[in-house]
């Protein structure tokens, strides 16, 4: 939805706005900060200050962009306080892998740690591109939010890909477990969306 | 074209782009598309391990946050009362305020003084809630307690203590924030719960087993009998000497600071204990010889009677309520 407006902000239309937004926009935290917690904080936060500000607003963009900018705004004043990489050991070393076998948790946590450390690899932009574009926005939407060029993403996500396949190289691949947790991932191809 | 096209990627069997790669991760492929995504997958290894780094990075970013409207609206409420004014205030207003702020900096300053010199004491207040209340409850630290009913708690009001202490008896959930160096305990008749940043439920109900259960975070038990370590999910109840932990799932932990009933292949006579505890009110089942229901879901609590109408179709009884007691009659 696309909604280019001068939209007044009243009770009902913020309902609408949050309903249909708010999930993206603690998505889209989450890829900053990689708690899901911090991320509805900041997305609740978000819209707080939208709800506070709604007189003065003016939104000449489509309100899924303005959204998404504040939120990444609100994020890296989080993250400020935090640095990044901090919170990321954090996370996967206090991660949760809810309802797994111990074994099963153990291959898994690995393997997502691995997974995480190949898209380390490549440099934040490249990042965000790729979490925004797996969180289903178009070229054109990623671009307004960035500030870029469609042809400038476009660059950027296939670059990304051509280094993913150099650093995928580089990573040694000495447990087997990864290879599970792939082969099971790739068992997901079998599921509707790919027929 | 689509011929032409198609067999131009057999010969070159690496035409893939990134574009193309990511629609078929968020399920908009085309099967033209398809083809090409799985000649580049074949390929190698390599191309597998990317893939399902950014299926994997997909999955992690798409969960399912709790939507928490009604908070939302206590928010925009309190904000209507302290509304940002549009309009710039008139100069006179302006002096007057700013007047009006020195005196109230050299105020604070004199009992900010006064309040140095004198050493810290404990201002306690007690919380409680009756049989058919719940409240929600922002500790000085910005931690957040969900109260049940028939619930006390004592904690101190001032801030800046070097110890977040808290005394409850009755059933509440903690989400504790972390502050640097200030630990949080709770103290129950019989159990003292030591964190540092975490969210968990204590129940402790005199003449009842006591029960400490994790969602997040780690948190430290001490009874009379032992000492030990909690993690997410783990509930240990505590009654007298015997102490047993279990496992739960992270929904059952929550549902009382999510406010959501949530059943797990329950029974007729488990669904009645059930409500009956979340609305602290007797609850009977009528009639006998029914078929054995195994019913399973989650029903946000949005009042009584909406529940009860809502798991009345699902899981099949009709209801009546008399004098706080909810009256169950399972339909055949």
């Given at each position: 939805m696309d909604v280019n407006i001068n939209l007044e902000i009243n009770k009902d239309s913020f309902k609408q706005l949050y309903d249909e937004y708010f999930?993206?926009?603690c998505r889209y935290a989450y890829s900053f900060l990689n708690d899901y917690e911090a991320a509805r904080d900041a997305a609740s936060e978000v819209f707080c200050e939208i709800w506070k500000h709604r007189a003065n607003i003016k939104i000449n963009t489509s309100i899924k962009n303005y959204l998404l900018v504040a939120c990444r705004r609100q994020c890296q004043k989080q993250s400020k306080k935090t640095d990044r990489q901090d919170v990321l050991n954090q996370h996967f070393s206090g991660q949760q892998t809810a309802s797994l076998h111990p074994h099963e948790a153990l291959a898994n946590k690995e393997a997502t740690e691995k997974f995480h450390q190949l898209l380390q690899q490549l440099d934040p932009v490249k990042q965000e591109i790729i979490d925004l574009r797996l969180l289903g926005l178009t070229y054109k939407e990623i671009a307004e939010i960035l500030?870029?060029?469609?042809?400038k993403?476009?660059?950027?996500?296939?670059?990304?890909?051509?280094s993913l396949q150099e650093e995928a190289l580089n990573l040694k691949n000495s447990h087997q477990e990864i290879y599970l947790v792939i082969s099971s991932l790739l068992l997901l191809m079998h599921s509707p969306v790919f027929q | 074209m689509f011929l032409r096209s198609h067999t131009s990627y057999i010969l070159k069997p690496l035409p893939l782009n990134a574009n193309i790669l990511f629609k078929h991760i968020n399920g908009e492929c085309s099967a033209e598309e398809k083809i090409i995504v799985a000649a580049w997958l074949d390929a190698s290894p390599r191309n597998r391990e990317i893939y399902a780094t950014l299926r994997a990075r997909k999955q992690a970013l798409e969960f399912k946050?709790?939507?928490?409207?009604?908070?939302?609206?206590?928010?925009?409420?309190?904000?209507s009362e302290i509304a940002i004014p549009v309009k710039q205030p008139s100069r006179w207003y302006k002096y007057a305020a700013i007047a009006a702020s020195f005196?109230?900096?050299a105020a604070t300053g004199y009992f900010a003084l006064k309040e140095l010199n004198k050493p810290h004491l404990p201002?306690?207040?007690?919380?409680?809630?009756?049989?058919?209340?719940?409240?929600?409850?922002h500790l000085p630290d910005g931690s957040t307690v969900w109260l049940q009913y028939n619930t006390v708690i004592r904690y101190d009001s001032s801030s800046g203590q070097s110890e977040r202490k808290v005394f409850l008896e009755g059933e509440a959930f903690f989400d504790v924030v972390k502050t640097s160096g200030a630990a949080f305990s709770v103290h129950t008749n019989g159990m003292d719960i030591r964190v540092l940043g975490t969210s968990f439920n204590v129940k402790s109900r005199p003449g009842q087993t006591q029960e400490v259960s994790v969602a997040t975070g780690k948190i430290q038990v001490q009874t009379p009998a032992t000492q030990m370590h909690l993690l997410p999910q783990q509930r240990a109840k505590v009654n007298g000497n015997q102490v047993n932990v279990d496992t739960l799932s992270i929904e059952v932990i929550t549902a009382k600071r999510d406010n959501k009933l949530i059943f797990q292949n329950a029974s007729m006579a488990t669904i009645a204990k059930q409500i009956g505890d979340w609305y602290n009110m007797k609850v009977e089942i009528r009639g006998s010889g029914h078929e054995p229901t195994a019913f399973t879901g989650t029903i946000s609590d949005d009042g009584l009677k909406n529940v009860l109408d809502g798991l009345g179709y699902l899981a099949g009884f009709n209801y009546e309520i008399k004098d706080s007691t909810i009256y169950i009659q399972p339909k055949h």
């Open positions: 999930t993206l926009c500030h870029m060029t469609v042809r993403v476009e660059y950027h996500m296939n670059s990304a890909i051509k | 946050p709790v939507h928490d409207w009604e908070k939302m609206e206590r928010m925009m409420q309190a904000d005196l109230g900096i201002s306690f207040v007690t919380v409680f809630t009756d049989h058919s209340s719940k409240k929600t409850l």
